[in-house]
């Protein structure tokens, strides 16, 4: 079946501090993964995305790399700013009859001090 | 830019009552979602709906869950006998077209059984 694995959090980090949150899954096929971001009192958006191995995904600094050797998709960001301070989730879209369900990790907290 | 909303945002409700969970999609788009996170664990897929008909859901979408979308911008989560475990934040999502694509999602309602 269908499953992700997200690193535990939370995860306070100083500004310009360099981030890594770990999703590995595992899936039917070839599945799509996405990390989205969820802002205080906000519903959840997209913040990347990569629908083949060895695609990369980047967005507002953030990098995620589908990695179909180690089933991984890690989040890393190289100088986190305060404003980044959220929940992170790790989610995959799978193939076939579960066509558009999302599968989603727990979600990472992130806390960054000035 | 166009958003999904829902209403309430907070819902308190005794054990045994019916609670419906309202969301208006993207206007534009066909495909409906609803998912639910209760505190601490993962979000987890409930329903997924096209063409005023269920897609697909999952095992904890039972005889007690209904949806429906009575108008052409409403879609609506009903439980008909809330219990204690449905205390939740319950997410809609919408997208415009099937497969691994994004989806949209609201701000959630946090549903609280007492």
């Known amino acids: 079946g269908n499953s992700v694995t997200q690193m535990e959090g939370p995860v306070t980090l100083s500004e310009e501090a360099f981030l890594t949150i770990n999703c590995t899954y595992t899936?039917?096929?070839?599945?799509?993964l996405f990390w989205y971001v969820q802002y205080p009192g906000e519903g959840l958006q997209l913040l990347l995305k990569?629908?083949?191995?060895?695609d990369k995904g980047s967005n507002k600094g953030f990098e995620a790399t589908y990695r179909k050797e180690t089933t991984s998709f890690h989040l890393e960001k190289g100088s986190v700013q305060v404003s980044d301070s959220a929940v992170y989730f790790c989610a995959l879209s799978g193939r076939g009859s579960t066509l558009g369900r999302l599968y989603f990790g727990r979600g990472t907290q992130l806390t960054v001090w000035p | 830019e166009p958003e999904v909303t829902q209403t309430p945002s907070h819902q308190v409700t005794q054990m045994g009552q019916e609670v419906i969970l309202r969301c208006v999609p993207i206007s534009n788009h066909l495909y409906f979602y609803w998912y639910r996170q209760i505190l601490g664990q993962k979000v987890e897929f409930l329903v997924s709906f096209y063409n005023n008909e269920i897609s697909e859901k999952s095992e904890i979408f039972d005889d007690q869950f209904s949806v429906e979308r009575p108008d052409g911008s409403n879609f609506t989560l009903k439980i008909r006998s809330t219990k204690l475990e449905d205390s939740a934040m319950y997410f809609c999502a919408s997208t415009a077209t099937s497969g691994a694509v994004e989806q949209y999602f609201g701000p959630g309602t946090r549903l609280t059984v007492t």
């Open positions: 899936a039917t096929g070839y599945p799509s």
């Open positions: 990569a629908t083949k191995a060895d």
